[in-house]
């Protein structure tokens, strides 16, 4: 079964640019959301086996995006990947706090995204 | 200050935070491009890295391959390589694409292959051969290519190992191929086999010089070989086909 992977970033481009390298070359199925409210209904109805999801964004940032996530029974367990500004040591923190498992410091590197989602188990059932 | 004027600096200070904000975003997105381009630029080196070492071993697997048939028949030596860089040197005065193709030069390697199939009483007879045994080797003029059935990246040499005993004019096997039905490659090939066969020394005659060994060739242009590769062979100077005889010994 191909993995799905939920992408969370305010920025359309930032999503195309991901979207491209996970389907392109990682041969993963993207589903997106513009910001965490929208995540917590995507991640609802498409379950995904991943989510990357961005801090910084309008109306539900990442990090409580992320606790909320955490907070359900139905997506307690998918594992997410916090996208942090390479120079906000605090987003971090915040980030481990709130459940994130990994995080990639944006500007990130598509070898190192790609390895991460590579690396991912393949959700069961 | 009119209100007209407050509304204005109300705007322009909007403005400037969506620009200041839009730049932003810009920005970010730009670093993200480099980033990028960082990854691409080192996946495209390691590729090409990964591409030498594959055909690199291509080549050793083909030399090896060459290497392992010669060495059944002491008096061929290093004929295989000879008749390679012969043929190499003719491909590149006819066509440069083709003497990069490393088919082409697989394909000229690999043409001793079907000799896996000739008897040792044959293959180490110090005589001409009788009707009967030349007969015996041009029935088995795809030994070659079956052994070679199952690999893929010699498809192009394949075409070479199976046609390199056609000739111009129509009379050579397995096929009976004539004119430019021929491969090119093969055509090439059939030259610069001749050439090491008549300049080198055999148990039962003695070699002939290049001179001798051109003239003789030429001769056979419109029959055995093809007139226009006879042609490019005739514009290559002694010396260069003398280098490669001495070097490959």
């Not at chain 1, 070359?25 to 991943?50: F, K, Y």
């Not at chain 2, 000229?108 to 180490?124: E, N, Q």
């Not at chain 2, 000739?167 to 009976?176: A, C, E, L, N, Q």
Request: glycine share 6%; proline share 5%.
């Amino acid at each position: 079964m191909t993995r799905k992977v939920l992408i969370v970033d305010d920025d359309p481009f930032i999503r195309k640019l991901i979207e491209t390298t996970l389907e392109d070359v990682g041969g993963v199925r993207v589903v997106e959301a513009g910001d965490g409210q929208e995540a917590l209904a995507v991640a609802d109805r498409e379950h995904p086996d991943l989510v990357l999801l961005d801090v910084m964004m309008p109306r539900l940032d990442g990090i409580e995006a992320c606790r909320r996530l955490r907070a359900k029974p139905d997506t307690a367990d998918v594992p997410v990947v916090m996208l942090t500004a390479s120079d906000r040591f605090e987003d971090r923190a915040k980030a481990a706090a709130a459940g994130a498992d990994r995080y990639l410091r944006k500007p990130f590197s598509p070898l190192d995204l790609l390895r991460l989602v590579e690396g991912l188990p393949k959700r069961r059932g | 200050m009119s209100a007209v004027r407050a509304d204005q600096l109300v705007d322009v200070v909007r403005l400037r935070a969506e620009a200041d904000a839009y730049a932003r975003e810009s920005q970010a997105r730009e670093r993200q491009l480099h980033r990028y381009a960082a990854d691409l630029r080192e996946t495209f080196i390691e590729e090409r890295a990964r591409t030498q070492e594959l055909r690199d071993s291509y080549v050793a697997t083909v030399r090896a391959l060459t290497n392992a048939v010669e060495a059944r028949d002491a008096y061929t030596g290093s004929h295989a390589e000879r008749v390679t860089a012969y043929g190499l040197a003719l491909a590149l005065e006819i066509d440069p694409k083709l003497a990069a193709d490393p088919q082409v030069e697989f394909g000229f390697l690999l043409h001793v292959i079907d000799k896996v199939a000739v008897p040792d009483g044959i293959l180490h007879k110090q005589a001409p051969l009788t009707e009967d045994e030349r007969r015996l080797i041009e029935e088995h003029p795809d030994t070659g290519c079956r052994i070679l059935r199952h690999v893929d990246y010699l498809t192009g040499a394949k075409s070479v190992i199976r046609s390199h005993h056609e000739r111009w004019d129509g009379t050579g096997y397995p096929d009976g191929l004539r004119g430019e039905e021929v491969p090119l490659a093969a055509r090439i090939f059939a030259i610069s086999d001749a050439l090491d066969a008549i300049m080198t020394d055999r148990p039962y005659r003695r070699g002939v010089p290049l001179a001798a060994a051109r003239s003789e060739i030429v001769r056979c242009a419109g029959k055995q070989f093809d007139p226009m590769v006879i042609e490019a062979f005739q514009r290559i100077p002694d010396a260069e086909l003398e280098l490669i005889r001495q070097e490959i010994e």
